[in-house]
């Protein structure tokens, strides 16, 4: 076979720098988002902060101001068509993006004050030790399994176990460890150094007046015969302990008041604080959408900069020159992403709006085809508009993917939503006598009733989904 050489004319799509920044940024959260651009502030002397820009804001170029509200159908649907076009390529989802972003240098922005001020468990602990009337040995032993705790509280390594790995200099035998394990137990907090669940509560329950009533029927659950407990097999209870239904009631309600995990009082983690994209309000009987100020960046290229390098025309003006088109990219792109935030939002909004008035009974089936055909934007596009993005409304804040889900034939030929079932589930189980709880296939029977067809395991799927206890479980005196 002869080699030879052939000319192939090919179309080939790429994705330019602009359009891969304004992909990255619309899939991007608000923190990370913010994050982004923190970064790219340090790094670009053409960028910078405009606290005087109104709301809904950016300056573009030295010499015009984009915002949002300004730009025309035309071009919105210009950027738009672009990304699809892109987006409805394999070449568009190739592409993995890192998120992870630099984190603040000063730590006050990353950790609260209040953080701070509160102790963890075993600074507590330690605290406490250190008041004890104890003599320094003692506290040297018990301070060595206050750091052997795990963050529940529990003492899950063996003593015997541990004895080993101590210094011999410390004449430390498994007696001693036994007995600072008893003193560390009843240091404050009932139930911390306890080596099971069953101990944990029993120690909890001896801390309590004795006159507390049925202190010693609980006791005597918990210690010995948990799983029964568990299990809510009450009729085997009272079998073996011959006791009556009101006591056994008092001491289950007992139980119950305990803390099966001390430790986590000491928690020190911070709740991540969700900053909505958009607020949702009701506007002369019509919802409405409107960009959150507080998400949104307010920056402008650096008008001396940009202003000395219109007066130069050397080479060494080159890389200032490639910094302010990366400047003007940037706003050009945080412009498009919280533009298409704003319309995803709007479109969400227009079909939900009777979760809006009436809660998740209300919710309607929703899949992002719906909101990219009448957006014109491809299905991926939604999706990057609608990941880790919120919104505020009168109910609370959501985020954007929980408006989309399945939906369920009904009787009349209509569809209900998947979140309206799980909402049905809620109120049937909250409304049901504890006594005699609803099975799964007498829910489904109910719902068959109002000509909701749902299978039994459906409605298991769900109610697991919901974290709700099996019907032999939810089952009480």
Same mark, same amino acid.
């Given at each position: 076979?002869?080699a030879?050489?052939q000319l /192939?004319m ?5 994705l330019t ?6 992909i ?6 608000t923190?990370d ?6 970064r790219?502030?340090?790094?670009? &002397?053409m960028?910078e ?11 573009g170029d030295?010499q015009?101001?984009l915002? +949002?509200?300004e730009s025309s159908r035309e071009e919105r649907?210009d ?9 409805e ?13 630099r984190?603040?240098?000063?730590e006050n922005e990353?950790?609260p004050?209040q953080?701070?001020l509160?102790?963890?468990m ?6 406490q030790?250190?008041i ?27 003593l015997a176990?541990?004895?080993?790995f101590? +210094?011999?200099?410390?004449? #430390?035998?498994l007696?001693?460890?036994?007995t600072a394990?008893?003193q560390l ?5 009932p139930g ?5 669940l ?5 120690l909890?329950?001896?801390?309590m007046?004795?006159a507390?009533?049925?202190r010693?029927?609980a006791?005597?659950? #918990?210690?010995?015969?948990i799983e029964l ?11 073996l302990l /011959?006791c009556s239904?009101?006591n056994l009631?008092v001491?289950?309600?007992?139980i119950?008041?305990l803390n099966?995990k001390?430790?986590c ?18 506007h002369k ?5 409107k960009?959150?100020a507080?998400?949104?960046?307010k920056? /402008?290229?650096?008008?001396?900069y940009a202003?000395?390098?219109?007066q130069?025309?050397?080479k060494?003006?080159a890389p200032l020159?490639a910094?302010?088109?990366?400047a003007?990219?940037?706003i050009?792109s945080?412009r498009?992403r919280?533009d298409t ?13 009777a ?9 309607r089936?929703?899949?992002?085809r719906?909101i990219?055909?009448?957006?014109e ?5 939604v999706?990057?508009g609608?990941t880790q993005?919120?919104?505020?409304t &009168?109910r609370?804040?959501?985020?954007f993917?929980y408006?989309f889900?399945s939906?369920l034939l009904?009787?009349s030929?209509?569809?209900c ?13 909250s ?6 709880p609803l099975t ?8 068959a009733q109002?000509?909701i067809v749902?299978?039994?395991r459906t409605i298991?799927?769900?109610r697991e989904?919901?974290?709700?206890? &099996? ?5 009480s005196?």
């Amino acid at each position: 076979m002869k080699a030879s050489l052939q000319l /192939r004319m090919s179309q080939q799509l790429t994705l330019t720098p602009q359009l891969q920044q304004s992909i990255r940024l619309l899939q991007l959260s608000t923190q990370d988002m913010q994050q982004e651009v923190a970064r790219l502030l340090d790094e670009n &002397p053409m960028l910078e902060l405009n606290d005087e820009v109104p709301f809904n804001s950016f300056s573009g170029d030295a010499q015009s101001t984009l915002t +949002p509200a300004e730009s025309s159908r035309e071009e919105r649907q210009d950027d738009d068509r672009q990304v699809n076009e892109q987006s409805e390529h394999s070449v568009a989802e190739s592409f993995e993006w890192n998120t992870e972003t630099r984190g603040s240098d000063d730590e006050n922005e990353a950790y609260p004050e209040q953080a701070a001020l509160q102790a963890s468990m075993r600074e507590y602990l330690h605290s406490q030790l250190s008041i004890s009337q104890l003599d320094n040995r003692d506290r040297l032993v018990i301070g060595m399994l206050i750091d052997a705790l795990d963050e529940n509280g529990y003492m899950t390594q063996d003593l015997a176990e541990l004895v080993e790995f101590l +210094p011999a200099e410390l004449d #430390v035998s498994l007696d001693d460890l036994e007995t600072a394990l008893v003193q560390l137990q009843y240091l404050d907090l009932p139930g911390l150094g306890a080596r099971t669940l069953s101990e944990c509560l029993v120690l909890q329950l001896k801390a309590m007046p004795e006159a507390t009533p049925q202190r010693e029927l609980a006791i005597c659950l #918990v210690k010995n015969h948990i799983e029964l407990v568990a299990a809510h097999d009450f009729a085997k209870i009272k079998k073996l302990l /011959r006791c009556s239904e009101d006591n056994l009631r008092v001491a289950q309600a007992l139980i119950l008041s305990l803390n099966p995990k001390p430790g986590c009082e000491f928690d020190r983690s911070v709740a991540d604080y969700v900053v909505p994209d958009v607020i949702v309000e009701n506007h002369k009987g019509k919802w409405r959408a409107k960009l959150n100020a507080d998400a949104m960046p307010k920056l /402008r290229v650096n008008q001396m900069y940009a202003n000395i390098l219109q007066q130069r025309d050397d080479k060494a003006g080159a890389p200032l020159i490639a910094q302010l088109q990366e400047a003007s990219w940037l706003i050009k792109s945080l412009r498009q992403r919280f533009d298409t935030i704003l319309r995803v939002a709007q479109a969400i909004i227009d079909r939900q709006g009777a979760f809006l008035e009436h809660g998740e009974i209300a919710m309607r089936p929703l899949v992002l085809r719906e909101i990219a055909e009448e957006l014109e934007m491809h299905e991926s596009t939604v999706s990057r508009g609608t990941t880790q993005k919120f919104m505020r409304t &009168p109910r609370g804040i959501y985020e954007f993917k929980y408006f989309f889900g399945s939906g369920l034939l009904t009787e009349s030929g209509g569809v209900c939503s998947s979140a309206a079932i799980r909402e049905l589930i809620k109120q049937l189980i909250s409304g049901e006598d504890t006594c005699k709880p609803l099975t799964d296939g007498r829910m489904s029977e109910i719902l068959a009733q109002q000509g909701i067809v749902v299978a039994r395991r459906t409605i298991a799927k769900y109610r697991e989904a919901l974290h709700i206890l &099996p019907v032999n479980l939810r089952k009480s005196l």
